[in-house]
């Protein structure tokens, strides 16, 4: 799946193109928009975005597992050096086992902690225009038919800018909401 970011003037548009994106059959699950208003958003009928999709807590979580996990079997393997027991095969894989799961959890739990505060890339950047009213949405399609949908919303509303995470946003402090 590859995330678009439509940004769009105003409401009356922000609903045409959803109806247009159900048209071209994506699922309402798959739209999300963020405003200002967000009880204009329940107004409108269309899908608001969660802290899940404007965040970088679904990403810093994984990357928490994905550190934690061998540090946790780094510092279990550690530790039972340290400690010098007459240790049995069984409880040293035992320990290694129980430790990378506690680093597990530990590094998902503490990077999630930080990546509810990071928007998302893209969010960062369109922020002041939501800020002055503009809608922002967030559209999951199937990566194959990325060119076909940009191409549609571009044909029917040439106001509205089409953006998408580049490689460049990557590498930016902001993270990449995924919800």
């Known amino acids: 799946m590859q995330r678009l970011y439509f940004l769009v003037p105003d409401a009356s548009t922000t609903v045409n193109i959803a109806n247009e994106l159900e048209a071209l059959e994506l699922k309402k699950n798959d739209v999300h928009v963020l ?23 679904i990403n810093a979580t994984k990357r928490g597992l994905i550190w934690g996990t061998p540090l946790g079997i780094i510092l279990g393997a550690i530790a039972a050096i ?16 129980c430790s990378g799961l506690a680093g597990a959890v530990l ?19 369109y922020n002041d225009d939501i800020r002055r009213g503009a809608y922002l949405m967030l559209v999951d399609v199937p990566e194959q038919r990325e060119h076909e949908i940009s191409a549609a919303i ?26």
């Open 82 to 97: 340290l400690l010098d027991f007459d240790w049995s095969w069984t409880g040293i894989v035992v320990l290694l086992i």
């Open 35 to 57: 405003a200002q208003d967000h009880a204009k958003l329940k107004e409108m009928g269309v899908n608001r975005a969660t802290f899940l999709q404007t965040s970088d807590v």
């Open 107 to 125: 590094g998902s739990w503490a990077s999630s902690m930080i990546g509810v505060s990071v928007l998302d890339v893209k969010v960062q950047d």
């Open 154 to 179: 571009s044909r029917h509303h040439p106001d509205v800018v089409i953006d998408k995470i580049t490689a460049q946003d990557k590498d930016k402090v902001g993270g990449e909401g995924r919800g």
